[in-house]
């Protein structure tokens, strides 16, 4: 492919991208393909001979979109939500255009410094104290990671060499084996299965503390467990607390956790991964609160904030302890202008491979295109929408509402879990919808959560009215089931729901209930 044919071919892959975006509520949000589709279509050769690009780009729209779950379908409100923006799309273009290896500060300049500057940017944003930025006097800093996975793993590592030199210190007769064998982290058992993860990967048990009655880890459940370790004669070493746990968006309680790991000399990391966007909107940073005796802080961008994945922030206050863990220098990465400061930083001693992408592009299109302003209505009118949905759920007496907690609301049908287990299921075999489950306690609960840019009032409508379709299947079944059970669910399942048809959605739900 030359310049011109690929001037045509690109100009047709923008319109592609335009034409996908207008009319995904076109789309079934979930794919209706069994497993091994694929195979069936693409041979089982490579082509010898090159074929033309047309060709390739009809068989995306044959082959590739009968596969795709459309994360950004307005349809889509599962998990959490994944950033998309035009202003970030052209970011990465540009990214896979120069195509440069930022490793260290040489290989691309500004591939370092913009990274630099984005994150003293975002930092101040949230208003994270100065000491993580790396415009401060200290050793603080910030760096673009793979996603919050990896930033807990990589501050997991750091910890544990830290940890570890300490100790040394203290009684030189240990061997690093022996300090690292006593070494043990915590966590909420309400945290992502990635700080779990990070446990694995690092050979280091993360003990999964029993989060209180509103899903939080609190300094007493933290202390208990520090105290129990120590006195078995482990060595406590790293503690992971979540702002926004997966299953309900719960806070656990920094000002509380913050002291007890100072004291105790353990690396608090704070996984703020979804909830942490919501931090720009002043109304927001009191759950924040303690941030102060963190470690380490670290946000996706590529979650709430129009960030295409892939695109984590973390911020550490001193970024020392990563250069000393993951620092292996060859004579073939040494240059002239290599420093330990911060502002100057050759990142590939603060992340886990060598090489790394030139993700600030897309990061600075966003902040600057949106600026602040455009990023706060956006978060606002996410969570704007979830209100709207806990309210039309907390209208029905067939439902109860656990939790609304900004894009995110966790309901559940009345009664025994069954019956909430039976309407999800129905849910995902029309695949009108997407949603995942939770449990809050004993309970089952649906949780949906705002996740597309383009989500609007009509799509939340929709949801509804597809929830109430397939309820009113759920609540015929009780003809047929005992009455105790069905006063659990209140005892009452009018044939006749208003569920507030909406014009656009009225033909999709007479279908449903007539097929």
């Given at each position: 492919?030359?310049?011109?044919?690929?001037?045509?071919?690109?100009?047709?892959?923008?319109?592609?991208?335009?034409?996908?975006?207008?009319?995904?509520?076109?789309?079934?949000?979930?794919?209706?393909?069994?497993?091994?589709?694929?195979?069936?279509?693409?041979?089982?050769?490579?082509?010898?001979?090159?074929?033309?690009?047309?060709?390739?780009?009809?068989?995306?729209?044959?082959?590739?979109?009968?596969?795709?779950?459309?994360?950004?379908?307005?349809?889509?409100?599962?998990?959490?939500?994944?950033?998309?923006?035009?202003?970030?799309?052209?970011?990465?273009?540009?990214?896979?255009?120069?195509?440069?290896?930022?490793?260290?500060?040489?290989?691309?300049?500004?591939?370092?410094?913009?990274?630099?500057?984005?994150?003293?940017?975002?930092?101040?944003?949230?208003?994270?104290?100065?000491?993580?930025?790396?415009?401060?006097?200290?050793?603080?800093?910030?760096?673009?990671?793979?996603?919050?996975?990896?930033?807990?793993?990589?501050?997991?590592?750091?910890?544990?060499?830290?940890?570890?030199?300490?100790?040394?210190?203290?009684?030189?007769?240990?061997?690093?084996?022996?300090?690292?064998?006593?070494?043990?982290?915590?966590?909420?058992?309400?945290?992502?299965?990635?700080?779990?993860?990070?446990?694995?990967?690092?050979?280091?048990?993360?003990?999964?503390?029993?989060?209180?009655?509103?899903?939080?880890?609190?300094?007493?459940?933290?202390?208990?467990?520090?105290?129990?370790?120590?006195?078995?004669?482990?060595?406590?070493?790293?503690?992971?607390?979540?702002?926004?746990?997966?299953?309900?968006?719960?806070?656990?309680?920094?000002?509380?956790?913050?002291?007890?790991?100072?004291?105790?000399?353990?690396?608090?990391?704070?996984?703020?991964?979804?909830?942490?966007?919501?931090?720009?909107?002043?109304?927001?940073?009191?759950?924040?609160?303690?941030?102060?005796?963190?470690?380490?802080?670290?946000?996706?961008?590529?979650?709430?904030?129009?960030?295409?994945?892939?695109?984590?922030?973390?911020?550490?206050?001193?970024?020392?302890?990563?250069?000393?863990?993951?620092?292996?220098?060859?004579?073939?990465?040494?240059?002239?202008?290599?420093?330990?400061?911060?502002?100057?930083p050759d990142y590939r001693h603060w992340q886990i491979p060598l090489g790394r992408r030139f993700r600030s592009l897309k990061m600075w299109f966003v902040l600057r295109m949106y600026g602040l302003e455009g990023l706060q209505a956006h978060i606002k009118k996410q969570i704007h929408l979830a209100d709207m949905f806990?309210?039309?759920?907390?209208?029905?007496?067939?439902?109860?509402?656990?939790?609304?907690?900004?894009?995110?609301?966790?309901?559940?049908?009345?009664?025994?879990?069954?019956?909430?287990?039976?309407?999800?299921?129905?849910?995902?075999?029309?695949?009108?919808?997407?949603?995942?489950?939770?449990?809050?306690?004993?309970?089952?609960?649906?949780?949906?959560?705002?996740?597309?840019?383009?989500?609007?009032?009509?799509?939340?409508?929709?949801?509804?009215?597809?929830?109430?379709?397939?309820?009113?299947?759920?609540?015929?079944?009780?003809?047929?089931?005992?009455?105790?059970?069905?006063?659990?669910?209140?005892?009452?399942?009018?044939?006749?729901?208003?569920?507030?048809?909406?014009?656009?959605?009225?033909?999709?739900?007479?279908?449903?209930?007539?097929?």
């Open positions: 492919m030359d310049s011109e044919s690929f001037r045509i071919c690109a100009k047709a892959v923008i319109d592609l991208i335009a034409d996908y975006n207008d009319n995904i509520r076109e789309r079934p949000v979930i794919s209706t393909m069994k497993p091994g589709y694929l195979y069936k279509m693409v041979p089982s050769e490579a082509p010898i001979k090159g074929e033309h690009w047309k060709t390739v780009l009809d068989d995306v729209e044959r082959i590739i979109m009968p596969g795709i779950t459309h994360w950004n379908s307005p349809q889509f409100h599962a998990y959490f939500p994944t950033g998309n923006s035009y202003p970030a799309i052209i970011g990465d273009m540009l990214c896979n255009a120069i195509g440069s290896i930022g490793f260290s500060w040489i290989t691309s300049p500004a591939c370092t410094e913009l990274e630099v500057q984005v994150m003293n940017w975002f930092g101040k944003l949230l208003d994270l104290p100065k000491e993580f930025l790396n415009e401060s006097e200290g050793p603080g800093g910030g760096i673009i990671q793979g996603s919050a996975s990896e930033a807990t793993f990589v501050c997991l590592l750091a910890a544990k060499d830290r940890t570890t030199k300490r100790i040394k210190a203290l009684d030189p007769s240990l061997t690093d084996g022996e300090i690292k064998a006593k070494l043990v982290a915590y966590s909420s058992d309400q945290s992502n299965s990635s700080v779990e993860k990070a446990g694995l990967l690092g050979s280091m048990p993360m003990r999964l503390l029993k989060a209180d009655k509103s899903g939080r880890m609190t300094g007493v459940i933290l202390s208990e467990a520090i105290a129990e370790d120590i006195a078995k004669g482990l060595i406590p070493c790293y503690v992971v607390a979540t702002l926004g746990t997966t299953g309900i968006c719960a806070f656990d309680c920094l000002e509380e956790l913050g002291p007890i790991c100072n004291k105790n000399n353990i690396w608090l990391h704070i996984d703020a991964a979804y909830a942490g966007a919501a931090f720009i909107l002043p109304e927001y940073r009191y759950l924040m609160a303690g941030v102060q005796y963190a470690d380490s802080f670290d946000v996706n961008l590529h979650k709430w904030l129009l960030v295409n994945f892939d695109c984590s922030a973390l911020w550490v206050k001193n970024a020392t302890y990563l250069v000393d863990a993951f620092n292996v220098d060859r004579v073939y990465l040494k240059h002239s202008y290599q420093s330990q400061d911060p502002k100057i806990g309210k039309l759920v907390k209208q029905d007496p067939r439902f109860e509402v656990v939790t609304v907690t900004m894009g995110l609301v966790c309901f559940r049908l009345k009664g025994d879990n069954v019956w909430t287990k039976n309407l999800y299921e129905r849910l995902m075999v029309s695949g009108q919808i997407y949603l995942v489950t939770a449990t809050v306690g004993s309970k089952l609960v649906i949780r949906f959560v705002v996740c597309s840019r383009l989500t609007e009032e009509i799509d939340v409508h929709f949801a509804w009215n597809e929830i109430c379709a397939q309820t009113d299947r759920v609540g015929s079944e009780c003809d047929m089931t005992p009455s105790s059970i069905c006063n659990d669910l209140t005892g009452t399942w009018p044939k006749d729901k208003d569920c507030e048809l909406t014009t656009a959605t009225t033909i999709v739900v007479k279908s449903l209930t007539q097929g």
